[in-house]
């Protein structure tokens, strides 16, 4: 079962061996680019120091130059910082990116073997039985042309076909029980059959029939199986052979029971093919849960008693359909599958807006990044495996209560762990439920929403604004990290 179930394609997943290896191999490659980006870094480190040195020296020149130097200086210091917090900021996002599409392939090949396990468990070949037949045999004239000696000359002859009694009454009643094949884990079908037939000569010179009645198709055991007329067990002629011939005479009536206990697959119809039944009636007890009627064709009445539940069609004058009757075992549905799959796959992108917000927000040192990307990566994990025992909605409600308090932390005073709250909610907790919930658009257009709102009143309108020593405070919580 587990075989069939794959992950996603061309998704790298890091609990592969072999992926491990290839990434293991590109990281030595990519490992060259962090050297150069090393000493770039340390290059601009001593052209900084070199630029405070002319800043120095240029103290007793004209004010013009010492002004141009110093903003100058400023500028490149603010470079250097920004160079500094984006390689940090990609540096946390590969290793996420990796977690993310690692986690992704892992929910999506369980998905798959709770999909197939379902499937499995209602898989194999139904019990199918036919409605019986009343064949006769007549004989017809036909015609048909010949040459005899290079002439055509007509011949005339009879020839025998069937023909087939319409079946005036079916009263059929079928118990049915499930029990679990171990090995497959898939469900087995007890059927317990009795049907009684009536039958009527409407014909004038006809009066003998062959009762045809097979067994139902599927079964992987057939017990008890009888044919009787009147009360009488009719015998077979020839193994294999399930028509039984009888004489009625025009105008008389008789009536069959065909009884029989037979095991096969989760489904059991019973197929009119295609004959005009009449007074008919089918009563089908299904002594386990949750069972449905199948086909499409609705029952004229459904009876539940506990675990048991009783389907009935009944016609009373004549009906003919096309689709057999039936039960099934009904599954549970599995739903919403895929979803946090596409989450994890878009997690880095949505860790980028939060990260941007908070930078916008408010002053971050690196221990602030790493500690708040590696907060938001654990809970992306843990909601991985949360939304396999309880529902993904309330799973990421619990986690981010945990999130939120947590990020109380990254402001130094009230109105600083206020922003950080907001950015949290506008740039992670919304934008991730948004992608669990059904109404994914709106969801993530009203964070989009909120965040240009927040942006707007925290620097352009100065709505909420942190205090000049809401600002000190934060800097000498960032420079103690």
Request: with cysteine.
């Amino acid at each position: 079962m587990l075989s069939s179930a794959q992950g996603i394609p061309g998704l790298p997943d890091l609990t592969h061996p072999i992926e491990l290896v290839q990434f293991g191999t590109q990281a030595l490659k990519a490992s060259l680019l962090l050297v150069f980006l090393v000493v770039a870094l340390g290059v601009a480190y001593l052209a900084a120091v070199g630029i405070a040195l002319i800043s120095f020296s240029l103290r007793r020149s004209k004010p013009e130059q010492v002004i141009f130097i110093g903003e100058w200086a400023v500028g490149y210091s603010q470079l250097l910082r920004g160079l500094q917090h984006l390689t940090l900021v990609l540096i946390l996002l590969v290793p996420g990116f990796f977690l993310c599409s690692t986690l992704s392939n892992r929910y999506h090949y369980w998905e798959q073997a709770r999909v197939a396990q379902v499937a499995e468990s209602v898989a194999g070949e139904k019990l199918e039985q036919f409605a019986p037949q009343v064949r006769y045999s007549i004989r017809e004239p036909y015609s048909y042309n010949t040459q005899v000696n290079g002439k055509i000359v007509k011949v005339n002859e009879t020839r025998e076909i069937n023909r087939f009694l319409t079946l005036a009454g079916s009263q059929i009643q079928v118990k049915l029980d499930q029990s679990v094949d171990v090995p497959g884990r898939s469900s087995v079908y007890q059927a317990n059959y009795t049907a009684d037939y009536k039958v009527v000569n409407q014909l004038k010179d006809i009066n003998n029939f062959f009762f045809e009645v097979p067994p139902p198709n599927g079964y992987t055991l057939l017990a008890s199986y009888k044919v009787e007329r009147d009360g009488t067990r009719l015998q077979q002629t020839n193994p294999g052979d399930y028509g039984f011939p009888f004489q009625l005479q025009p105008g008389e009536e008789t009536t069959f029971r065909v009884t029989y206990q037979a095991e096969g697959g989760p489904r059991w119809v019973y197929s009119a093919t295609g004959q005009l039944l009449s007074n008919f009636s089918l009563i089908a007890v299904a002594n386990f849960a949750p069972a449905d009627f199948a086909s499409g064709v609705v029952p004229n009445e459904i009876k539940v008693n506990g675990r048991s539940t009783q389907f009935t069609w009944k016609f009373d004058d004549n009906v003919s359909v096309k689709n057999p009757f039936g039960v099934f075992t009904n599954t549970e549905p599995i739903r919403h599958t895929g979803v946090i799959p596409r989450l994890l796959l878009l997690a880095p992108a949505i860790f980028l807006w939060w990260i941007l917000l908070l930078y916008l927000s408010l002053p971050m040192s690196f221990k602030n990044i790493a500690i708040a990307a590696s907060i938001f990566f654990a809970c992306l994990l843990t909601l991985t495996y949360l939304a396999r025992v309880m529902n993904a909605e309330l799973a990421w409600t619990l986690i981010s209560i945990i999130l939120l308090i947590l990020t109380w932390g990254l402001g130094a005073s009230r109105s600083a762990s206020l922003a950080a709250i907001i950015c949290t909610i506008a740039g992670a907790v919304l934008p991730i439920f948004g992608l669990l919930v059904p109404f994914s658009g709106l969801t993530l257009s009203l964070a989009g929403l909120l965040s240009a709102i927040w942006l707007a009143v925290r620097h352009w309108y100065g709505w909420y604004s942190l205090h000049p020593e809401d600002q000190r405070l934060q800097t000498q919580k960032n420079a103690k990290y």
